[in-house]
């Protein structure tokens, strides 16, 4: 979705703002630690990714809330490449971004909800709020690690709306068990696949009868637009492809944890037209998909920098 409350459309401001500016002008210097010089994250597999979602909630948590120059030292890479439209490359360009939004917002809140971790790749999903009391704002953000360090991000932001047309909210977990930790690591493969599978037949393809094979009864949404269920999820989607026949969905990555799944993707709804960015996380229970949660923005016309959102 488009940046549209007034939070969303001060932090649009602030980016421009930031990529108009010497970053090196306001932004007070702060040398790297000692210890980040040639950081690597710990051997094993386990200790790797939870070393890279740990850095990763800890740059998001000292940009936002923190106004933390020093994290970005020690966590980001210089040459760190950016997919969101108004932020330009470089790490500088974040340092200036946690400098100006503690100035401006100092009591926002990065609330992160769940986090998942794959490869050299991390996805976190939060609730984004930049002024106490708003609803804020739905956010994936993507990392790709490179020696320890976050060398590249994509993002996909959409508003909280004010009503939702399933009555659940868009990041609590409904089906049991009622946590945010993605289950046991011997899940991921085959989880990683089903919802490939299912993802492709249903989204790409746009074969509905992949709910009834993919899908559990208990099928519980978070995406405010569409009712709860699997006859929810059966009627939003088929007057979505009966209203976009040239619906052309490119999926770009998928990032697995035991009994989470995010898929990337970019939609496009007509031929030629810029499309949107969607993330969709899926919950696999028992080789069903029981629970989706999802952000979905509009790839906008110009952007800070060359990179595409994908």
Same mark, same amino acid.
């Given at each position: 979705?488009?940046?549209?409350?007034?939070?969303?459309?001060?932090?649009?401001?602030?980016?421009?703002?930031?990529?108009?500016?010497?970053?090196?002008?306001?932004?007070?210097?702060?040398?790297?630690?000692?210890?980040?010089?040639?950081?690597?994250?710990?051997?094993?597999?386990?200790?790797?990714?939870?070393?890279?979602?740990?850095?990763?909630?800890?740059?998001?948590?000292?940009?936002?809330?923190?106004?933390?120059?020093?994290?970005?030292?020690?966590?980001?890479?210089?040459?760190?490449?950016?997919?969101?439209?108004? &932020?330009? #490359?470089?790490?500088?360009?974040? $340092?200036? +971004?946690?400098?100006?939004?503690?100035?401006?917002? %100092? @009591?926002?809140?990065?609330?992160?909800?769940?986090?998942?971790?794959?490869?050299?790749?991390?996805?976190?999903?939060?609730?984004?709020?930049?002024?106490?009391?708003?609803?804020?704002?739905?956010?994936?953000?993507?990392?790709?690690?490179?020696?320890?360090?976050?060398?590249?991000?994509?993002?996909?932001?959409?508003?909280?709306?004010?009503?939702?047309?399933?009555?659940?909210?868009?990041?609590?977990?409904?089906?049991?068990?009622?946590?945010?930790?993605?289950?046991?690591?011997?899940?991921?493969?085959?989880?990683?696949?089903?919802?490939?599978? &299912?993802? #492709?037949?249903?989204?790409?393809? $746009?074969? +509905?009868?992949?709910?009834?094979?993919?899908?559990? %009864? @208990?099928?519980?949404?978070?995406?405010?637009?569409?009712?709860?269920?699997?006859?929810?999820?059966?009627?939003?989607?088929?007057?979505?492809?009966?209203?976009?026949?040239?619906?052309?969905?490119?999926?770009?990555?998928?990032?697995?944890?035991?009994?989470?799944?995010?898929?990337?993707?970019?939609?496009?709804?007509?031929?030629?037209?810029?499309?949107?960015?969607?993330?969709?996380?899926?919950?696999?229970?028992?080789?069903?998909?029981?629970?989706?949660?999802?952000?979905?923005?509009?790839?906008?016309?110009?952007?800070?920098?060359?990179?595409?959102?994908?």
């Amino acid at each position: 979705m488009t940046p549209t409350t007034p939070a969303r459309r001060a932090l649009v401001a602030i980016l421009a703002a930031v990529a108009l500016t010497s970053t090196v002008a306001v932004v007070p210097a702060v040398a790297a630690p000692a210890a980040a010089v040639g950081e690597r994250a710990p051997y094993g597999d386990a200790a790797r990714l939870g070393y890279q979602k740990s850095v990763a909630v800890r740059v998001l948590k000292g940009v936002f809330e923190d106004g933390d120059t020093a994290v970005v030292d020690r966590y980001v890479r210089q040459d760190y490449i950016q997919h969101n439209p108004l &932020a330009a #490359d470089g790490a500088e360009t974040l $340092k200036g +971004l946690a400098f100006v939004v503690h100035q401006q917002f %100092p @009591e926002a809140a990065y609330d992160v909800k769940r986090v998942v971790s794959q490869g050299d790749l991390v996805l976190v999903h939060s609730n984004v709020v930049l002024t106490p009391g708003s609803r804020g704002s739905a956010v994936f953000d993507i990392f790709r690690f490179q020696g320890g360090r976050i060398a590249e991000h994509w993002d996909v932001a959409q508003d909280v709306p004010a009503s939702s047309a399933n009555g659940n909210d868009m990041f609590s977990t409904v089906s049991r068990p009622r946590t945010g930790e993605p289950g046991p690591a011997w899940l991921t493969s085959s989880n990683e696949k089903l919802v490939t599978r &299912a993802f #492709d037949r249903l989204m790409v393809r $746009k074969d +509905l009868s992949a709910i009834d094979e993919y899908w559990g %009864p @208990e099928y519980h949404q978070h995406n405010p637009d569409v009712p709860d269920g699997v006859e929810g999820v059966k009627a939003g989607l088929g007057g979505y492809f009966q209203q976009f026949p040239a619906l052309a969905v490119s999926r770009k990555r998928v990032i697995a944890e035991g009994d989470l799944v995010a898929v990337h993707s970019h939609y496009g709804n007509a031929p030629g037209a810029r499309g949107q960015a969607v993330l969709d996380l899926f919950r696999v229970r028992n080789g069903k998909i029981v629970e989706h949660w999802d952000a979905i923005q509009d790839v906008p016309e110009t952007s800070a920098n060359d990179n595409t959102m994908f």
